[in-house]
Structures are given as C-alpha cells and as structure tokens.
C-alpha cells in the first residue's frame, strides 16, 4: 500500500503561482511513476502531468506545458507540482497519483487515470480573475 497526501492548495488570482506536494508513505517511493490529475464537478479526471520513478523524464498536457513543472524527492517522498501563470480554467481539484513502474511502458500509459494504483484524496485550487 502506498499513502498519498496532497497539500498546498488555495485561492489565488490568475496570473500567480502555487506549489502542491504529494507526501507519499508505505512502499519505496521510487518504485512508482508519479502522476498529477485534476477534475472538476461534471467532467472526467483530467491529466495534466507525470514523472518517472527516478525524475529523469516528466511530461505535459498540452493545456498546462510551458506553465506547470513537476518534479519530485524521493529522500523525501514527495512530489511536486509547480503551477505558474495560473488560469481560471486551471480551478479544479488536484489529485496526485502513483503507478508502479513498468519497463516498456511510457508516454500515453501513464496519461490514463486507471493505470495508477494509488491516489491521493485531492486539493482544492481556485484561480479567480
């Protein structure tokens, strides 16, 4: 089992920046590639990005590329996902999730919210204009 914990959410206004953690326990946190998603009331969970098990490659949706970065500590057990020039369309509850990684395995894969094992119980962000 693995614990995810999500935190660092808020209101902000469009334009500023905030930074979320995922605090991960249980099993060896660098076994997992680590995903972000959010959601908003009415839609299906969103990918917006991940990063593989040691942080050597991170990807983007195309919606927040140039904007969001993620990275992670595995000293720490956490993951990381700063967002900049924030959008009222980025208001959603963020979630961080962690799939095992799977040699052979990348890109699309780890875009696909049921290919992850764990999930946090999410963060609520707010960009108001």
């Known amino acids: 089992q693995v614990q995810l914990v999500e935190s660092g959410g808020g209101l902000v206004q469009a334009g500023g920046s905030l930074r979320l953690s995922c605090a991960a326990s249980?099993?060896?946190?660098?076994?997992?590639?680590m995903g972000w998603f959010r959601q908003v009331p009415g839609k299906e969970r969103e990918f917006v990005g991940a990063?593989?098990?040691?942080?050597?490659?991170?990807m983007y949706a195309d919606s927040v590329k140039g904007r969001f970065i993620i990275s992670r500590d595995n000293d720490k057990n956490t993951v990381y996902l700063q967002m900049n020039s924030l959008k009222p369309e980025d208001t959603a509850v963020y979630y961080c999730?962690?799939?095992?990684?799977?040699?052979?395995?990348?890109?699309?894969?780890?875009?696909?919210?049921?290919?992850?094992?764990?999930w946090g119980q999410g963060t609520q962000v707010t960009v108001s204009s």
């Open positions: 999730a962690a799939a095992v990684s799977r040699q052979g395995y990348g890109g699309v894969y780890y875009m696909v919210p049921s290919n992850y094992d764990y």
């Open positions: 249980g099993r060896t946190f660098s076994n997992y590639h």
């Open positions: 990063i593989s098990s040691r942080g050597g490659s991170t």
